[in-house]
């Protein structure tokens, strides 16, 4: 089994960059996926194979991996940013799936 | 329109039983992976379980040994047993499709609320 890393919380004053990290000894070998959860709602793919973004996701949300951490940047955060977001991974098989414990970005 | 509802959550007793199912349309479950993903209240998202378009499925250890997961085809649902259920199985349930290529999930359900407690 592993692990993914996440800081628990992290605010943002409208406009400005929000940076959300995870880390994992995993994450050199394995792809890493982003999803947004707002209160109430179910996930939303945000972010997939470390840096792609699916279509209808916002321009301002991109990503960018380092050795065992990954980081998906929010650029010029609009209230509506203000959400739950778990990265996620998985071993080389598919055999068993792992998300991270969630960053909860506040937007001032 | 493409979408996962699920439906089947419930209170139920500790030791108890429950089936979730999920009904997909716009697309089949038998051609993509599925997997569920449970939420306990106010805490973080769980891998459960998932179940490959060749038929393999994979469980989380928390729930070996308790949980199977299927599909049906023809109805074009995916479903999960649950027994021997437990306080900490308490949550809501997603079912999600996996995305094309590696092992993440692009189409998530709005989820059920399974409660287990006497």
């Known amino acids: 089994s592993f692990e993914l890393t996440q800081p628990p919380s992290l605010s943002v004053s409208p406009g400005q960059t929000a940076s959300l990290t995870c880390s994992g000894d995993v994450l050199p070998q394995q792809y890493v996926s982003w999803y947004q959860q707002r209160p109430g709602q179910a996930p939303v793919l945000v972010m997939y194979?470390?840096?792609e973004r699916p279509a209808g996701i916002p321009a301002r949300f991109s990503a960018s991996s380092s050795g065992t951490t990954v980081t998906l940047t929010i650029s010029g955060v609009q209230a509506e940013d203000e959400a739950d977001y778990f990265c996620?991974?998985?071993?080389?098989?598919?055999?068993?799936?792992?998300f991270g414990s969630g960053t909860k970005v506040t937007v001032l | 329109e493409v979408q996962l509802v699920e439906s089947g959550g419930g209170l139920v007793q500790p030791g108890g039983s429950l089936r979730l199912s999920c009904a997909a349309s716009g697309f089949s479950v038998s051609s993509n992976y599925m997997t569920w993903v449970r939420q306990a209240p106010g805490k973080g998202l769980e891998w459960v379980s998932i179940i490959y378009s060749g038929g393999q499925w994979h469980y989380a250890d928390s729930v070996k040994d308790r949980f199977s997961i299927s599909r049906d085809n023809s109805h074009n649902t995916l479903y999960l047993e649950m027994n021997t259920l437990r306080g900490e199985d308490t949550g809501v349930y997603y079912c999600?499709?996996?995305?094309?290529?590696?092992?993440?999930?692009?189409?998530w359900g709005r989820g059920t609320l399974v409660t287990v407690s006497a």
């Open positions: 194979k470390d840096t």
């Open positions: 999600a499709r996996g995305g094309p290529g590696d092992w993440y999930f692009d189409l």
């Open positions: 996620q991974s998985a071993n080389s098989v598919g055999t068993y799936y792992v």
